[in-house]
């Protein structure tokens, strides 16, 4: 089985300051690792995901997080935020090559809420 | 727009009733995740299909049972309500190829249930 923490629930932030929401994880297997942003009343989207390959991953809007498989850890990063950046951002996992009853699931973190002031 | 599609939006019931949640996959997508959101529980796996076949359940209550259809679309069905159902519902929809591991799941916009 896996586990996420995600280490902050809130972190305010000033726009075009850097920020970095913190993801540890917990699993036995090999793990897929994945960041997911929720802007408020919307659905989930992909900012990246880690599958294989470069340890640092770029994502969308700026995004980069860096696989840390010896901490088990995923930490996501901007260098300079925006006031739209306001969200709440979820780390997640899933079991790589996995199958039987965990096939695919995604394990996700509590959330952080980032909020971003002008 | 993630291609997912979700239906109804927002669905308000009382304890007791039965709803079904319908979800819409992306075009091409084989594999159905459902998953509920809520304020004590956080975002929980549900239950997982891949092409009209049940392939893994998470915490899923024995009151909600969901289907893939032939055409992929997929329905949740909650019975027996109660209170402590009312959360968002999300689907999500990925290119999951069985033995390879998984892809990215793609979202819906969610299905808000409120139960009074």
């Known amino acids: 089985a896996q586990s996420v923490t995600q280490l902050d629930s809130q972190v305010p932030v000033f726009e075009e300051a850097p920020v970095e929401l913190r993801c540890n994880y917990s699993?036995?297997?090999?793990?897929?690792l994945f960041w997911y942003v929720q802007y408020p009343n919307q659905g989930l989207q992909l900012l990246l995901k880690y599958l294989s390959g470069s340890t640092l991953v770029k994502g969308i809007n700026g995004f980069e997080a860096e696989f840390n498989k010896s901490q088990t850890s995923f930490h996501l990063r901007k260098p300079s935020v925006h006031i739209s950046d306001t969200a709440e951002y979820f780390c997640?996992?899933?079991?790589?090559?996995?199958?039987?009853?965990?096939?695919?699931?995604?394990?996700f973190g509590q959330g952080t809420i980032l909020t971003v002031h002008p | 727009d993630s291609g997912v599609t979700q239906t109804p939006k927002h669905l308000i019931t009382a304890t007791g009733q039965r709803v079904t949640l319908r979800c819409s996959p992306r075009s091409g997508d084989l594999s159905v995740y459902w998953y509920q959101q809520s304020l004590d529980q956080g975002l929980q796996f549900l239950i997982h299909y891949y092409n009209g076949e049940e392939r893994a359940k998470g915490n899923i209550l024995e009151r909600f049972s969901a289907q893939q259809f032939p055409d992929l679309h997929s329905e949740l069905n909650l019975s027996s309500l109660e209170l402590g159902d009312s959360a968002l519902y999300f689907c999500a929809s990925s290119v999951v190829i069985l033995g390879q591991g998984a892809d990215t799941q793609y979202f819906g916009p969610g299905t808000r249930l409120t139960v009074l």
């Open positions: 699993s036995s297997v090999s793990v897929y």
């Open positions: 997640a996992v899933s079991a790589a090559n996995a199958g039987g009853t965990s096939y695919g699931k995604l394990t």
